[in-house]
């Protein structure tokens, strides 16, 4: 017999506004098949986490699911033509490929420096997209000011 789920709340008397969507928690390696029950935009019941976080996880799913966003955009100016961006919250679902198209054809310049915020409030979300990895402008470069060449993957 599972005790721990003798502790769960049991289901009321069935309620036919009542809808059960499935969701699988992301929080850890476990992989929880959260159920979440629902009246329209209201959450009743969460069952199936195994820590608060997936009771979280569940309410955030059903009511605003988001995800957190990670490409490139393009840089000038620096020894390679692209540099990694993300989001520094997650973005909500919905808006994903607006985020993404929103930064298709932006370019930036370097020196760049990591976390250096490249759009502020992108589309209106309120989020951050954030540089994730430092570059030197080229002339910044060691091996320019001393005259010695590029390694071969830079030249
Ligand atoms: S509910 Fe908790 S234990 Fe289960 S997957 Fe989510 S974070 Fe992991």
Known sequence: MNH???RQPQPQAIDEDVATHVYLCT??????????????DEVVEVRGFNCRKGDRYGRQEHLDPRRPLSTTIWIE??????????????????????????????????PVKRGE??????????IDVIVTRELPAVGQRDHL???????????
């Open 27 to 40: 929080g850890c390696p476990l992989g929880c098949r959260l159920e979440v029950d629902a009246v329209d």
């Open 77 to 110: 100016g620096a020894a390679i033509r692209r540099v990694p961006v993300r989001t520094a919250e997650p973005v909500p679902r919905d808006q994903l490929v607006a985020v993404v198209e929103a930064l298709r054809g932006l370019r930036i310049a370097a």
């Open 4 to 6: 721990r789920h003798d």
């Open 145 to 155: 000011t001393t005259g010695q060449d590029p390694p071969a993957s830079e030249a």
């Open 117 to 126: 915020v490249v759009v502020a409030d992108v589309l209106g979300t309120g």
